[in-house]
Protein backbone atom coordinates (compact mmCIF):
# COMPACT_ATOMS: atom_id res chain seq x y z
CA UNK A 1 0.00 0.00 0.00
CA UNK A 2 2.84 2.64 1.07
CA UNK A 3 4.35 2.11 -2.39
CA UNK A 4 0.90 2.91 -4.22
CA UNK A 5 1.10 6.00 -2.26
CA UNK A 6 4.07 7.18 -2.72
CA UNK A 7 2.74 8.33 -6.53
CA UNK A 8 0.83 11.11 -4.55
CA UNK A 9 1.48 14.27 -4.28
CA UNK A 10 3.15 15.61 -0.79
CA UNK A 11 1.62 19.34 -0.92
CA UNK A 12 -0.56 20.08 1.52
CA UNK A 13 -3.60 21.58 -0.48
CA UNK A 14 -3.38 17.96 -2.01
CA UNK A 15 -4.66 16.66 1.22
CA UNK A 16 -8.17 16.28 0.54
CA UNK A 17 -7.94 14.86 -3.50
CA UNK A 18 -5.03 12.65 -1.65
CA UNK A 19 -8.06 11.36 0.45
CA UNK A 20 -10.31 11.31 -2.33
CA UNK A 21 -8.04 9.11 -4.54
CA UNK A 22 -7.60 6.89 -2.00
CA UNK A 23 -11.23 6.09 -1.76
CA UNK A 24 -11.71 5.84 -5.66
CA UNK A 25 -8.96 3.33 -5.46
CA UNK A 26 -8.08 1.54 -2.42
CA UNK A 27 -11.29 1.76 -0.61
CA UNK A 28 -13.35 3.94 2.24
CA UNK A 29 -10.47 5.90 4.10
CA UNK A 30 -9.80 3.56 7.02
CA UNK A 31 -7.38 4.59 10.21
CA UNK A 32 -4.36 2.93 9.22
CA UNK A 33 -4.67 4.32 5.37
CA UNK A 34 -5.10 7.66 6.90
CA UNK A 35 -1.58 7.12 9.01
CA UNK A 36 -0.09 6.01 6.04
CA UNK A 37 -1.13 9.20 3.63
CA UNK A 38 -0.26 11.43 7.12
CA UNK A 39 3.55 9.87 7.00
CA UNK A 40 3.96 10.51 3.16
CA UNK A 41 2.81 13.80 2.94
CA UNK A 42 4.29 14.23 6.60
CA UNK A 43 1.84 15.97 8.26
CA UNK A 44 0.95 14.87 11.89
CA UNK A 45 -1.24 11.67 11.79
CA UNK A 46 -3.84 13.44 14.33
CA UNK A 47 -4.43 16.13 11.47
CA UNK A 48 -5.01 13.87 9.10
CA UNK A 49 -7.69 12.12 11.01
CA UNK A 50 -9.20 15.32 11.99
CA UNK A 51 -9.16 16.08 8.54
CA UNK A 52 -10.98 12.36 7.10
CA UNK A 53 -13.27 12.67 9.98
CA UNK A 54 -15.05 15.79 8.85
CA UNK A 55 -15.67 14.86 5.28
CA UNK A 56 -19.25 12.29 5.13
CA UNK A 57 -18.12 10.41 2.32
CA UNK A 58 -14.32 9.88 2.61
CA UNK A 59 -15.21 6.82 4.69
CA UNK A 60 -17.95 5.46 2.22
CA UNK A 61 -17.42 2.84 -0.45
CA UNK A 62 -17.80 4.32 -3.82
CA UNK A 63 -20.28 2.11 -4.91
CA UNK A 64 -22.64 2.61 -1.87
CA UNK A 65 -26.47 3.53 -2.93
CA UNK A 66 -26.48 7.10 -1.94
CA UNK A 67 -30.29 8.13 -1.33
CA UNK A 68 -31.13 11.68 -1.42
CA UNK A 69 -33.70 12.59 1.37
CA UNK A 70 -33.61 16.53 0.71
CA UNK A 71 -37.21 18.22 1.22
CA UNK A 72 -37.94 17.65 -2.80
CA UNK A 73 -36.62 13.99 -2.57
CA UNK A 74 -38.33 13.47 0.58
CA UNK A 75 -42.08 14.68 -0.48
CA UNK A 76 -41.06 12.27 -3.32
CA UNK A 77 -40.68 9.47 -1.85
CA UNK A 78 -37.41 9.09 -1.04
CA UNK A 79 -37.64 7.18 2.54
CA UNK A 80 -39.76 4.17 0.98
CA UNK A 81 -36.78 4.31 -1.42
CA UNK A 82 -34.46 4.11 1.49
CA UNK A 83 -36.36 1.40 3.35
CA UNK A 84 -36.35 -0.67 0.05
CA UNK A 85 -32.67 -0.24 -0.95
CA UNK A 86 -30.90 -2.86 1.45
CA UNK A 87 -27.64 -1.20 2.32
CA UNK A 88 -28.42 2.33 0.97
CA UNK A 89 -27.21 5.44 2.83
CA UNK A 90 -29.32 8.55 3.35
CA UNK A 91 -27.34 11.76 2.11
CA UNK A 92 -29.10 15.32 2.69
CA UNK A 93 -28.91 16.09 -1.71
CA UNK A 94 -27.38 14.70 -4.15
CA UNK A 95 -27.95 18.17 -6.55
CA UNK A 96 -30.20 16.21 -9.23
CA UNK A 97 -33.64 17.10 -7.62
CA UNK A 98 -35.26 17.70 -11.09
CA UNK A 99 -35.22 13.77 -10.76
CA UNK A 100 -36.30 12.94 -7.39
CA UNK A 101 -36.57 10.83 -5.79
CA UNK A 102 -32.41 10.29 -5.98
CA UNK A 103 -30.24 7.82 -5.76
CA UNK A 104 -26.06 7.59 -7.01
CA UNK A 105 -24.30 4.58 -6.96
CA UNK A 106 -20.81 6.00 -7.65
CA UNK A 107 -21.11 8.40 -10.46
CA UNK A 108 -24.32 7.01 -11.87
CA UNK A 109 -27.46 9.23 -11.20
CA UNK A 110 -31.08 7.53 -10.75
CA UNK A 111 -34.01 9.64 -10.56
CA UNK A 112 -37.08 9.03 -11.04
CA UNK A 113 -38.10 11.97 -13.36
CA UNK A 114 -38.32 13.55 -16.74
CA UNK A 115 -34.20 12.35 -17.94
CA UNK A 116 -32.48 15.53 -17.19
CA UNK A 117 -31.18 16.09 -21.33
CA UNK A 118 -34.86 16.79 -22.30
CA UNK A 119 -35.09 20.49 -21.17
CA UNK A 120 -31.76 21.91 -20.07
CA UNK A 121 -31.21 25.72 -19.82
CA UNK A 122 -32.12 27.96 -22.03
CA UNK A 123 -28.60 30.05 -21.83
CA UNK A 124 -29.01 30.82 -25.78
CA UNK A 125 -28.82 34.42 -25.56
CA UNK A 126 -26.04 34.47 -27.67
CA UNK A 127 -23.87 31.92 -29.85
CA UNK A 128 -20.37 31.15 -28.00
CA UNK A 129 -18.92 32.35 -31.75
CA UNK A 130 -19.81 35.96 -31.64
CA UNK A 131 -18.32 36.44 -28.68
CA UNK A 132 -15.29 39.18 -28.92
CA UNK A 133 -12.14 39.01 -27.51
CA UNK A 134 -12.95 40.02 -23.66
CA UNK A 135 -10.24 38.91 -21.66
CA UNK A 136 -8.10 41.37 -23.49
CA UNK A 137 -10.42 44.36 -22.31
CA UNK A 138 -8.57 46.60 -19.37
CA UNK A 139 -9.38 46.06 -15.62
CA UNK A 140 -11.25 48.98 -15.27
CA UNK A 141 -13.66 48.86 -19.02
CA UNK A 142 -14.35 45.34 -17.05
CA UNK A 143 -15.45 46.04 -13.82
CA UNK A 144 -17.34 49.58 -15.13
CA UNK A 145 -19.09 47.15 -17.45
CA UNK A 146 -20.00 44.47 -15.10
CA UNK A 147 -21.39 47.70 -12.45
CA UNK A 148 -23.34 48.81 -15.99
CA UNK A 149 -24.93 44.99 -15.92
CA UNK A 150 -26.09 44.70 -12.10
CA UNK A 151 -24.18 41.95 -12.11
CA UNK A 152 -24.94 40.20 -8.10
CA UNK A 153 -23.14 36.92 -7.04
CA UNK A 154 -25.17 33.61 -7.73
CA UNK A 155 -23.98 31.98 -5.56
CA UNK A 156 -26.61 33.19 -2.47
CA UNK A 157 -25.24 35.76 -1.20
CA UNK A 158 -25.89 38.58 -4.02
CA UNK A 159 -22.84 40.55 -3.44
CA UNK A 160 -22.04 43.10 -6.11
CA UNK A 161 -19.40 41.40 -8.54
CA UNK A 162 -18.08 45.20 -10.31
CA UNK A 163 -17.16 45.82 -6.25
CA UNK A 164 -15.69 42.43 -5.49
CA UNK A 165 -13.58 42.31 -8.48
CA UNK A 166 -12.81 45.73 -8.01
CA UNK A 167 -11.58 45.29 -4.72
CA UNK A 168 -9.46 41.89 -5.39
CA UNK A 169 -7.29 44.38 -8.03
CA UNK A 170 -6.49 46.43 -4.97
CA UNK A 171 -4.40 44.22 -2.97
CA UNK A 172 -1.00 43.36 -4.66
CA UNK A 173 -0.26 40.15 -5.84
CA UNK A 174 0.02 37.27 -6.64
CA UNK A 175 -3.37 36.61 -6.80
CA UNK A 176 -5.62 33.45 -7.01
CA UNK A 177 -9.34 32.76 -8.92
CA UNK A 178 -11.39 30.23 -7.21
CA UNK A 179 -14.82 28.93 -8.61
CA UNK A 180 -17.33 27.86 -6.32
CA UNK A 181 -18.91 24.80 -7.95
CA UNK A 182 -19.76 23.02 -4.49
CA UNK A 183 -23.46 23.94 -5.36
CA UNK A 184 -25.13 21.80 -1.94
CA UNK A 185 -28.06 23.99 -1.47
CA UNK A 186 -30.98 21.71 -1.88
CA UNK A 187 -33.02 22.45 -4.71
CA UNK A 188 -30.59 24.48 -6.56
CA UNK A 189 -28.88 22.62 -9.54
CA UNK A 190 -28.07 25.72 -11.96
CA UNK A 191 -24.12 25.09 -11.92
CA UNK A 192 -24.47 21.76 -12.67
CA UNK A 193 -26.40 22.45 -15.79
CA UNK A 194 -24.04 25.10 -16.67
CA UNK A 195 -21.02 22.62 -16.65
CA UNK A 196 -22.73 20.10 -18.12
CA UNK A 197 -24.26 21.70 -21.03
CA UNK A 198 -22.45 24.87 -21.55
CA UNK A 199 -18.93 24.46 -19.66
CA UNK A 200 -17.22 26.49 -22.62
CA UNK A 201 -19.26 29.63 -21.01
CA UNK A 202 -17.43 28.68 -17.34
CA UNK A 203 -13.75 28.18 -18.79
CA UNK A 204 -14.03 32.04 -20.91
CA UNK A 205 -15.22 33.48 -17.74
CA UNK A 206 -12.84 31.86 -15.82
CA UNK A 207 -9.97 32.69 -18.61
CA UNK A 208 -11.17 36.48 -18.13
CA UNK A 209 -11.16 36.05 -14.32
CA UNK A 210 -7.98 34.83 -14.56
CA UNK A 211 -6.52 37.56 -17.02
CA UNK A 212 -8.23 40.53 -14.88
CA UNK A 213 -6.90 39.50 -11.81
CA UNK A 214 -3.63 38.72 -13.14
CA UNK A 215 -3.31 35.66 -11.36
CA UNK A 216 -1.57 32.52 -12.60
CA UNK A 217 -3.31 29.54 -10.74
CA UNK A 218 -6.98 29.11 -10.69
CA UNK A 219 -8.97 26.56 -9.26
CA UNK A 220 -12.56 24.93 -9.03
CA UNK A 221 -13.74 23.50 -6.22
CA UNK A 222 -16.54 21.22 -7.03
CA UNK A 223 -18.49 18.53 -5.36
CA UNK A 224 -18.32 14.74 -5.77
CA UNK A 225 -21.32 14.08 -7.13
CA UNK A 226 -21.09 15.97 -10.64
CA UNK A 227 -19.03 13.35 -12.35
CA UNK A 228 -20.12 14.38 -16.09
CA UNK A 229 -19.97 18.24 -14.79
CA UNK A 230 -16.26 17.57 -13.52
CA UNK A 231 -15.85 15.73 -16.87
CA UNK A 232 -16.72 18.42 -19.46
CA UNK A 233 -15.22 21.55 -17.47
CA UNK A 234 -11.71 19.64 -17.21
CA UNK A 235 -12.11 19.26 -21.14
CA UNK A 236 -13.37 23.16 -21.75
CA UNK A 237 -10.29 24.47 -19.56
CA UNK A 238 -7.64 22.19 -21.41
CA UNK A 239 -8.89 23.26 -24.67
CA UNK A 240 -8.30 26.96 -23.33
CA UNK A 241 -4.69 25.61 -22.09
CA UNK A 242 -6.08 27.38 -18.73
CA UNK A 243 -3.51 26.72 -15.27
CA UNK A 244 -6.43 25.54 -13.56
CA UNK A 245 -6.92 23.00 -11.04
CA UNK A 246 -10.11 21.12 -10.19
CA UNK A 247 -10.67 20.01 -6.55
CA UNK A 248 -13.11 17.74 -5.29
CA UNK A 249 -15.06 18.35 -2.27
CA UNK A 250 -16.20 15.14 -0.26
CA UNK A 251 -19.64 15.46 0.70
CA UNK A 252 -19.83 18.76 3.40
CA UNK A 253 -22.63 21.40 2.20
CA UNK A 254 -20.89 24.07 4.75
CA UNK A 255 -17.66 23.65 2.33
CA UNK A 256 -19.43 26.17 -0.30
CA UNK A 257 -19.15 28.79 2.19
CA UNK A 258 -16.49 30.87 0.67
CA UNK A 259 -13.84 30.60 3.48
CA UNK A 260 -14.82 27.39 4.89
CA UNK A 261 -13.78 26.51 1.12
CA UNK A 262 -10.24 28.15 1.14
CA UNK A 263 -10.07 26.10 4.57
CA UNK A 264 -10.40 23.13 2.41
CA UNK A 265 -8.30 23.58 -0.15
CA UNK A 266 -5.60 24.31 2.18
CA UNK A 267 -6.26 20.56 3.51
CA UNK A 268 -8.07 21.29 7.01
CA UNK A 269 -11.65 20.43 7.97
CA UNK A 270 -13.73 22.79 5.94
CA UNK A 271 -14.43 25.53 8.79
CA UNK A 272 -15.55 29.04 8.16
CA UNK A 273 -13.10 31.65 9.09
CA UNK A 274 -14.09 34.87 11.16
CA UNK A 275 -14.22 38.07 9.15
CA UNK A 276 -12.37 40.52 8.07
CA UNK A 277 -9.82 40.17 6.59
CA UNK A 278 -12.35 38.97 3.24
CA UNK A 279 -10.82 36.18 0.63
CA UNK A 280 -10.64 39.24 -1.47
CA UNK A 281 -7.58 40.40 0.82
CA UNK A 282 -6.41 37.64 1.95
CA UNK A 283 -7.62 34.19 0.66
CA UNK A 284 -6.19 30.93 -0.47
CA UNK A 285 -2.46 30.55 1.23
CA UNK A 286 -3.23 34.17 2.22
CA UNK A 287 -3.15 35.63 -1.33
CA UNK A 288 -5.60 38.18 -2.97
CA UNK A 289 -8.56 35.53 -4.15
CA UNK A 290 -11.27 36.34 -6.24
CA UNK A 291 -14.17 33.74 -5.41
CA UNK A 292 -16.98 33.62 -7.90
CA UNK A 293 -20.25 31.33 -8.11
CA UNK A 294 -20.27 29.17 -12.10
CA UNK A 295 -23.17 31.13 -13.24
CA UNK A 296 -21.56 34.45 -11.86
CA UNK A 297 -18.75 33.46 -14.10
CA UNK A 298 -20.89 32.02 -16.86
CA UNK A 299 -22.45 35.48 -17.13
CA UNK A 300 -19.43 37.55 -17.44
CA UNK A 301 -18.50 37.13 -21.60
CA UNK A 302 -22.14 37.97 -22.29
CA UNK A 303 -21.85 40.84 -20.37
CA UNK A 304 -18.18 41.94 -22.04
CA UNK A 305 -20.16 41.17 -25.27
CA UNK A 306 -23.09 43.27 -25.19
CA UNK A 307 -21.82 45.80 -22.98
CA UNK A 308 -23.33 45.93 -19.32
CA UNK A 309 -25.77 48.32 -19.88
CA UNK A 310 -27.35 46.28 -22.82
CA UNK A 311 -27.39 42.97 -20.93
CA UNK A 312 -30.48 41.92 -19.95
CA UNK A 313 -30.44 40.74 -16.26
CA UNK A 314 -31.47 37.40 -15.68
CA UNK A 315 -29.98 34.27 -13.94
CA UNK A 316 -30.85 30.45 -14.06
CA UNK A 317 -33.39 29.27 -11.56
CA UNK A 318 -33.71 25.30 -10.48
CA UNK A 319 -37.25 24.70 -10.44
CA UNK A 320 -38.15 20.97 -8.75
CA UNK A 321 -40.77 19.47 -6.91
CA UNK A 322 -44.59 18.99 -7.77
CA UNK A 323 -44.33 20.35 -11.51
CA UNK A 324 -44.79 19.23 -14.38
CA UNK A 325 -41.38 20.08 -16.15
CA UNK A 326 -38.37 20.32 -13.65
CA UNK A 327 -35.62 21.70 -14.38
CA UNK A 328 -33.13 24.39 -14.91
CA UNK A 329 -34.61 27.55 -17.17
CA UNK A 330 -33.01 31.32 -17.72
CA UNK A 331 -35.00 34.51 -16.50
CA UNK A 332 -35.76 37.49 -15.54
CA UNK A 333 -34.47 38.30 -11.85
CA UNK A 334 -37.66 39.84 -11.00
CA UNK A 335 -39.48 36.43 -12.41
CA UNK A 336 -42.37 35.72 -10.34
CA UNK A 337 -42.81 31.71 -8.88
CA UNK A 338 -45.93 32.02 -10.76
CA UNK A 339 -44.63 32.65 -13.85
CA UNK A 340 -41.83 29.90 -13.56
CA UNK A 341 -43.97 27.62 -12.92
CA UNK A 342 -46.46 27.83 -15.33
CA UNK A 343 -44.88 29.59 -18.00
CA UNK A 344 -41.43 27.20 -17.82
CA UNK A 345 -41.92 24.43 -16.20
CA UNK A 346 -45.10 23.27 -17.47
CA UNK A 347 -47.67 24.04 -14.37
CA UNK A 348 -48.18 22.49 -10.84
CA UNK A 349 -48.95 19.13 -11.20
CA UNK A 350 -51.05 19.50 -7.70
CA UNK A 351 -52.32 21.90 -5.36
CA UNK A 352 -49.59 24.19 -4.20
CA UNK A 353 -49.23 24.22 -0.67
CA UNK A 354 -45.77 26.33 0.29
CA UNK A 355 -42.68 27.23 -2.12
CA UNK A 356 -39.16 27.68 -1.10
CA UNK A 357 -38.17 30.25 -3.63
CA UNK A 358 -34.22 30.23 -3.49
CA UNK A 359 -32.91 26.81 -1.72
CA UNK A 360 -32.83 25.89 1.97
CA UNK A 361 -32.06 29.24 3.39
CA UNK A 362 -34.00 31.17 1.30
CA UNK A 363 -37.42 30.96 3.34
CA UNK A 364 -40.47 29.42 2.85
CA UNK A 365 -43.20 31.22 0.90
CA UNK A 366 -47.32 30.69 0.82
CA UNK A 367 -49.47 30.33 -2.75
CA UNK A 368 -50.66 33.65 -1.86
CA UNK A 369 -46.47 35.03 -2.63
CA UNK A 370 -46.58 33.28 -6.22
CA UNK A 371 -46.77 36.92 -7.71
CA UNK A 372 -44.23 38.38 -5.87
CA UNK A 373 -40.98 39.08 -7.92
CA UNK A 374 -38.40 36.82 -6.69
CA UNK A 375 -35.87 39.81 -5.73
CA UNK A 376 -34.43 40.49 -2.40
CA UNK A 377 -37.16 43.78 -2.71
CA UNK A 378 -40.30 41.42 -3.84
CA UNK A 379 -39.54 38.46 -1.25
CA UNK A 380 -38.68 40.76 1.65
CA UNK A 381 -41.95 41.38 2.91
CA UNK A 382 -42.86 37.41 2.62
CA UNK A 383 -39.50 37.05 4.81
CA UNK A 384 -37.62 35.77 2.08
CA UNK A 385 -35.57 36.03 -0.19
CA UNK A 386 -33.85 34.77 -3.75
CA UNK A 387 -31.11 33.02 -2.41
CA UNK A 388 -29.10 30.82 -5.04
CA UNK A 389 -32.44 30.71 -6.87
CA UNK A 390 -33.50 27.43 -5.70
CA UNK A 391 -37.26 27.45 -6.71
CA UNK A 392 -38.69 23.74 -4.96
CA UNK A 393 -42.51 23.12 -5.03
CA UNK A 394 -44.22 21.40 -2.36
CA UNK A 395 -47.89 19.76 -2.76
CA UNK A 396 -50.42 21.45 -0.13
CA UNK A 397 -50.85 17.43 1.02
CA UNK A 398 -46.90 17.71 2.22
CA UNK A 399 -46.78 19.27 5.79
CA UNK A 400 -45.47 22.74 6.13
CA UNK A 401 -44.02 21.42 9.64
CA UNK A 402 -42.38 18.53 7.62
CA UNK A 403 -40.29 20.83 5.58
CA UNK A 404 -39.73 22.97 8.44
CA UNK A 405 -38.18 20.00 10.16
CA UNK A 406 -36.52 19.11 7.26
CA UNK A 407 -34.73 21.71 6.36
CA UNK A 408 -33.49 22.51 9.91
CA UNK A 409 -32.25 18.52 10.11
CA UNK A 410 -30.05 19.22 7.15
CA UNK A 411 -29.05 22.42 8.73
CA UNK A 412 -28.09 20.55 12.05
CA UNK A 413 -26.46 17.59 9.76
CA UNK A 414 -24.26 19.86 8.17
CA UNK A 415 -23.32 22.62 10.84
CA UNK A 416 -19.52 22.22 10.83
CA UNK A 417 -20.16 23.30 15.07
CA UNK A 418 -17.51 25.79 15.20
CA UNK A 419 -19.91 27.73 17.25
CA UNK A 420 -22.19 27.23 19.83
CA UNK A 421 -25.58 29.00 18.80
CA UNK A 422 -25.56 27.18 15.19
CA UNK A 423 -24.35 24.36 16.96
CA UNK A 424 -27.41 23.48 19.39
CA UNK A 425 -29.58 26.29 18.15
CA UNK A 426 -29.73 24.08 14.71
CA UNK A 427 -30.43 20.69 16.62
CA UNK A 428 -32.95 22.72 19.57
CA UNK A 429 -34.94 24.08 16.85
CA UNK A 430 -35.01 20.76 15.07
CA UNK A 431 -36.42 18.97 18.19
CA UNK A 432 -38.87 22.05 18.71
CA UNK A 433 -40.26 21.72 14.99
CA UNK A 434 -40.56 17.44 15.57
CA UNK A 435 -42.37 17.85 18.75
CA UNK A 436 -44.86 20.23 16.97
CA UNK A 437 -45.62 18.20 14.50
CA UNK A 438 -47.02 15.61 17.30
CA UNK A 439 -49.02 18.78 18.86
CA UNK A 440 -46.29 18.92 21.56
CA UNK A 441 -44.70 22.35 22.09
CA UNK A 442 -41.10 21.83 23.22
CA UNK A 443 -40.64 25.16 24.29
CA UNK A 444 -42.05 28.52 25.38
CA UNK A 445 -42.64 31.15 22.21
CA UNK A 446 -40.38 33.62 24.43
CA UNK A 447 -37.47 31.23 24.52
CA UNK A 448 -37.74 29.83 20.87
CA UNK A 449 -37.52 33.56 19.85
CA UNK A 450 -34.08 33.86 22.51
CA UNK A 451 -32.89 30.95 20.37
CA UNK A 452 -33.27 32.93 16.73
CA UNK A 453 -32.16 35.71 17.89
CA UNK A 454 -28.74 34.05 19.57
CA UNK A 455 -28.34 31.95 15.68
CA UNK A 456 -29.23 34.88 14.07
CA UNK A 457 -26.39 36.91 15.65
CA UNK A 458 -24.56 34.95 17.33
CA UNK A 459 -23.24 32.56 14.67
CA UNK A 460 -20.27 32.80 12.68
CA UNK A 461 -21.51 32.08 8.83
CA UNK A 462 -24.02 32.30 7.18
CA UNK A 463 -25.40 28.76 8.11
CA UNK A 464 -25.91 29.50 11.40
CA UNK A 465 -27.67 32.82 10.06
CA UNK A 466 -30.15 31.79 7.59
CA UNK A 467 -31.43 28.65 9.33
CA UNK A 468 -33.99 30.37 11.33
CA UNK A 469 -35.02 32.21 8.10
CA UNK A 470 -37.48 29.96 7.02
CA UNK A 471 -38.90 29.00 10.61
CA UNK A 472 -39.79 32.77 11.36
CA UNK A 473 -41.13 33.10 7.96
CA UNK A 474 -43.38 30.12 8.29
CA UNK A 475 -44.40 31.65 11.85
CA UNK A 476 -45.72 34.68 10.09
CA UNK A 477 -47.36 32.69 7.38
CA UNK A 478 -48.64 29.82 8.99
CA UNK A 479 -49.68 31.16 12.69
CA UNK A 480 -52.04 28.49 13.05
CA UNK A 481 -49.48 25.59 13.24
CA UNK A 482 -47.79 27.26 16.16
CA UNK A 483 -50.27 28.32 18.56
CA UNK A 484 -49.61 25.23 20.92
CA UNK A 485 -45.73 26.80 20.96
CA UNK A 486 -46.33 30.92 21.14
CA UNK A 487 -49.26 30.49 23.62
CA UNK A 488 -46.64 28.81 26.47
C1 LIG B 1 -23.41 27.59 4.24
C2 LIG B 1 -23.12 28.24 2.93
C3 LIG B 1 -23.03 27.47 1.78
C4 LIG B 1 -22.74 28.07 0.56
N1 LIG B 1 -22.69 27.28 -0.55
C5 LIG B 1 -22.40 27.85 -1.75
C6 LIG B 1 -22.32 27.05 -2.92
O1 LIG B 1 -22.51 25.83 -2.87
N2 LIG B 1 -22.01 27.66 -4.09
C7 LIG B 1 -21.78 29.01 -4.17
O2 LIG B 1 -21.47 29.51 -5.24
N3 LIG B 1 -21.86 29.79 -3.08
C8 LIG B 1 -22.15 29.24 -1.88
N4 LIG B 1 -22.21 30.03 -0.77
C9 LIG B 1 -21.88 31.48 -0.92
C10 LIG B 1 -20.37 31.70 -0.90
O3 LIG B 1 -19.96 31.86 0.45
C11 LIG B 1 -19.96 32.97 -1.67
O4 LIG B 1 -20.79 34.02 -1.31
C12 LIG B 1 -20.02 32.81 -3.19
O5 LIG B 1 -19.31 31.69 -3.62
C13 LIG B 1 -19.43 34.04 -3.86
O6 LIG B 1 -19.60 33.99 -5.26
P1 LIG B 1 -20.64 34.95 -5.98
O7 LIG B 1 -20.38 36.35 -5.49
O8 LIG B 1 -20.37 34.79 -7.43
O9 LIG B 1 -22.01 34.48 -5.57
C14 LIG B 1 -22.52 29.47 0.48
C15 LIG B 1 -22.62 30.24 1.64
C16 LIG B 1 -22.92 29.64 2.85
C17 LIG B 1 -23.03 30.50 4.06
S1 LIG C 1 -22.57 29.09 11.83
FE1 LIG C 1 -22.57 26.81 11.89
S2 LIG C 1 -21.58 26.21 10.00
FE2 LIG C 1 -21.10 28.40 10.32
S3 LIG C 1 -19.16 28.42 11.47
FE3 LIG C 1 -20.75 28.40 13.00
S4 LIG C 1 -21.06 26.19 13.45
FE4 LIG C 1 -19.95 26.32 11.53
Redesign the pocket.
Same mark, same amino acid.
Given at each position: MTARLEQLPRDRTRLLDNLGWIRRNVGPVTPGLSDALADHMNIRRGEVAEVLSFYSYLRLPVDVVRVCTGPVCDCAGARAVLDATPGAVEVPCLGHCDLAPVTMRGDEVEGAGIHRTNHGPSIDLFGEDELREAADLQPDVIVAELEASGLV?????G?P?AR?WATVRSFPGPRVVVV?A? &?? &?PGTIKDRYVMELRPNLLAEGIEIALRFAEADEGYVYLREEYGTARERVREALDRRGLPVTIVTGAGS??C? &? &?SAMLESMEGRRGMPRLRPPFPAEVGFLGRPTL???VE?LAHVPAILHRGGAAWPRVRLWSVSGAVAKPGCYEAPVDVTARQLIDDFAGGATDEIGAVVPGGAASGVIPPAALDAPLTREGLAPWGAGPGSAGLQVFPASYPVLRLLRETMRFFAEESCQKCTPCRIGTRALEHVLHELEHDRPAMPGWQLEEWLVAMEQGSI???GQGAPVPLRGAMKHWPELFTALLAK
Amino acid at each position: MTARLEQLPRDRTRLLDNLGWIRRNVGPVTPGLSDALADHMNIRRGEVAEVLSFYSYLRLPVDVVRVCTGPVCDCAGARAVLDATPGAVEVPCLGHCDLAPVTMRGDEVEGAGIHRTNHGPSIDLFGEDELREAADLQPDVIVAELEASGLVGYGGAGFPTARKWATVRSFPGPRVVVVNAD &EG &EPGTIKDRYVMELRPNLLAEGIEIALRFAEADEGYVYLREEYGTARERVREALDRRGLPVTIVTGAGSYVCG &E &ESAMLESMEGRRGMPRLRPPFPAEVGFLGRPTLINNVETLAHVPAILHRGGAAWPRVRLWSVSGAVAKPGCYEAPVDVTARQLIDDFAGGATDEIGAVVPGGAASGVIPPAALDAPLTREGLAPWGAGPGSAGLQVFPASYPVLRLLRETMRFFAEESCQKCTPCRIGTRALEHVLHELEHDRPAMPGWQLEEWLVAMEQGSICGLGQGAPVPLRGAMKHWPELFTALLAK
